[in-house]
């Protein structure tokens, strides 16, 4: 974890999170050749349904990811879902394990506000986002959402059982 690095809760629409959000449709654009099309709003992470987190480093927008509340769906969700979305770190921040720091914010957050299994969905060209998330212990689950019928799409969970306490949102130490 870096020293510099600081998280903090923003809405969906927060200048740094659209900056953030831009740069990873970029991304998809890149590798799939494409933008993300699942509907998103940024009432669907406000608290306590959904959280958005901007990380800094130095000052700057670094890292993003976010967590909405999902229940059964005919769009393979299951109660008590929270819908990992946007996670990033920019190519110039990367190895420094922010994207492990927010995941595991994103994950507290979501089973203090009651939520039992976060679930993504991602894609075999991006095979660092499947690495961190089977390294922090995510499995295959049913596929679900925009993406459950596409043939390079990866759905991955993990119940958030036992997780703990909210790490505190100032400067690490």
């Given amino acids: 974890m870096d020293i ?3 998280i903090r809760t923003v809405r969906y629409d927060h200048p740094d999170a659209v900056a ?5 449709q970029q991304e ?16 669907h992470f406000d608290p306590p349904n959904g959280l958005f987190l901007v ?6 927008p670094v890292a993003t990811g976010g967590w909405r509340a999902k229940d059964a769906s005919r ?6 879902d929270a819908e990992l979305k946007r996670m990033f770190v920019v190519p110039e921040a990367r190895g420094r394990g922010l994207a492990r ?9 979501a089973a203090t506000a ?14 660092e986002a499947i690495s961190l998330y089977t390294s922090c212990g995510y499995t295959p689950v049913a596929k679900f959402g925009v993406y459950r019928d596409a043939p390079l799409s990866v759905h991955l969970g993990r119940p958030l059982t036992g997780v703990g306490a909210l790490p505190e ?3 690490a130490r």
């Fill in 75 to 80: 769009d393979g969700h299951e109660d008590g």
């Fill in 101 to 109: 720091r927010v995941l595991a914010e994103l994950e507290t957050s």
């Fill in 28 to 43: 998809y654009v890149l590798r799939y050749g494409e933008p993300d099309a699942t509907p998103m709003d940024p009432a």
């Fill in 55 to 60: 990380c800094y480093l130095d000052g700057d």
């Fill in 169 to 171: 949102r100032s400067e």
């Fill in 20 to 24: 953030l959000t831009e740069r990873v």
């Fill in 114 to 127: 009651g939520r039992r299994r976060m679930v993504l969905e991602t894609g075999e060209l991006q095979p």
């Fill in 4 to 6: 510099r690095a600081e």
